[in-house]
């Protein structure tokens, strides 16, 4: 049946109506924000985004922090694991 119904509209011979284009506002091009001047004592912050995927789903949570925030959150990373690492192997020494 709904091949019949696409073989009768192509035999029709009707040609489709022609769409308007008109420029409308998602197709404008749009202005660039620029940022606002700092001032006096100001500093720029360069914020840097990664994915994270926890473990045991594919889907990546999208994690944004300043430069010094990354730089800090590695080190408190490292220093947890090396935390853990001298205690198993105190454990190790003790029998425990």
Do not use: H, Y
Not at 1 to 19: N, W, Y
Not at 25 to 31: D, L, Q, T, V
Request: charged share 30%; proline share 7%; aromatic share 2%.
């Amino acid at each position: 049946m709904i091949l019949a119904l696409l073989m009768s509209a192509a035999l029709s011979g009707q040609d489709p109506q022609p769409v308007a284009t008109e420029p409308t506002e998602a197709a404008a091009p749009k202005a660039i924000p620029v940022a606002a001047p700092l001032n006096k004592g100001e500093q720029r912050i360069k914020m840097v985004c990664r994915k994270d995927a926890p473990t045991g789903t594919r889907l990546a949570k999208r994690t944004c922090l300043s430069l010094e925030d990354w730089k800090r959150r590695t080190e408190e990373d490292q220093e947890a694991m090396r935390q853990m690492a001298m205690k198993s192997a105190f454990s190790d020494v003790r029998g425990r």
